[in-house]
């Protein structure tokens, strides 16, 4: 789906910088919502988010202050004319969200995951004309993410947006929810039009990867972010490692740098003739190995010989790697190369020897 009609979040922000939305995970009391909220309006904010409604893992945690923090919000918005934005994920929230007037939604991860809720809020949404945003479901699943999204956009919603807030995974790493940022570029890919978000709160889960991981979400050309800001962190009831203070905050913003995306420049258009080149030339490169790979599956089949052979196998990936580091390449990165091309290769010595 294309969704060529899309229309900003909120025409009236200054769409030049990226759009940023900001606040704490859960409001807590008024007194830390309303703190909070000025501190941030301060700073220049104009969109600001807290939790209502809190998922939880485990049941027994803080799940959120309902509806009394929809009235703290409606204060915000009075006091500050900042606009407000809150997660919903059922058609209750919905309906409570709107009659507070809170003037975005979200959804979360888990429920982007569940089809079935996402129909009910779709459905809650019927007619009604406010911006939201999908989070990516917890797992990796770009298919369940746009299918999330078509579900919003079929009711009707065109201010209509994505945030990438990282996925769980089973390797450990420094994130909290690992960023695979392919598959918000494959995003972008698939519906041009469609603004991202990055969060770099959630995944991170912790205060340092803010400023790296928002940088990195503009290098990559994201309309937005949205961050968690608490007036004091280390005593928030939910996320209280990957919450800052909102002067702290500011200051990563400040350091932002913003790449322009849209204007190339005759140097820029050069750089990129050449990569195409090359990836012709690396194309045409794979082609020919390919066909080797071919001759190789003939005469395996010829002699009775199995196609994996993983001694061979093992001696190609240590040797490429060690190739690679020495030329500034990444281990890593050079064993999947190369793991990709092994599993190409079989799949031809598997159709020669069937
Ligand atoms: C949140 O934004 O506080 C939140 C619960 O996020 P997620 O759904 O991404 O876990
Ligand atoms: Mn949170």
Not at 155 to 177: C, E, K, M, P, Q
Not at 232 to 245: G, H, I, R
Not at 332 to 352: P, W
């Amino acid at each position: 789906m294309i969704m060529n009609d899309l229309k900003p979040i909120f025409a009236d922000v200054d769409s030049s910088r990226p759009l940023l939305i900001a606040g704490p995970c859960s409001a807590e009391t008024e007194e830390q919502v309303m703190t909070t909220a000025h501190a941030l309006a301060r700073e220049g904010v104009q969109i600001f988010r807290a939790g209502v409604w809190k998922p939880r893992t485990k049941p027994g945690g803080f799940e959120g202050v309902g509806e009394p923090g929809l009235a703290w919000l409606r204060r915000v918005k009075a006091e500050t004319g900042m606009y407000t934005a809150t997660e919903v994920a059922t058609r209750a929230h919905v309906e409570a969200a709107l009659r507070y007037e809170v003037d975005l939604l979200w959804i979360g991860a888990r429920t982007a995951a569940n089809p079935f809720a996402m129909q009910e809020i779709a459905d809650a949404l019927q007619g009604v004309d406010v911006p939201v945003l999908v989070k990516n479901p917890v797992s990796p699943d770009l298919e369940l993410w746009i299918g999330a999204l078509e579900r919003i956009y079929n009711a009707g919603i065109r201010r209509l947006g994505a945030v990438h807030r990282g996925f769980t995974w089973v390797d450990r790493s420094i994130y909290r929810n690992h960023p695979f940022w392919t598959i918000p570029i494959e995003l972008r890919r698939r519906i041009p039009g469609l603004p991202l978000f990055c969060d770099p709160s959630h995944i991170g889960g912790k205060r340092e990867l803010i400023a790296p991981l928002a940088q990195q979400a503009m290098d990559l050309g994201f309309e937005g972010l949205l961050v968690e800001a608490h007036c004091s962190p280390d005593e928030a009831w939910s996320d209280k490692a990957q919450q800052v203070e909102p002067q702290l905050l500011a200051f990563i913003l400040r350091n932002l740098i913003i790449r322009d995306m849209n204007t190339t420049t005759d140097n820029l258009n050069e750089l990129r003739r050449q990569i195409d080149k090359l990836d012709d030339e690396l194309i045409d490169l794979l082609a020919r190995r390919m066909k080797v790979s071919g001759e190789i599956g003939r005469y395996k089949k010829e002699h009775n010989l199995s196609v994996l052979q993983s001694q061979r196998y093992e001696e190609i990936l240590a040797r490429r790697a060690r190739q690679a580091v020495e030329l500034g390449m990444d281990r890593e990165f050079m064993r999947s190369v190369m793991q990709a091309i092994h599993e190409e290769s079989i799949r031809q010595q598997m159709k020669v020897i069937e």
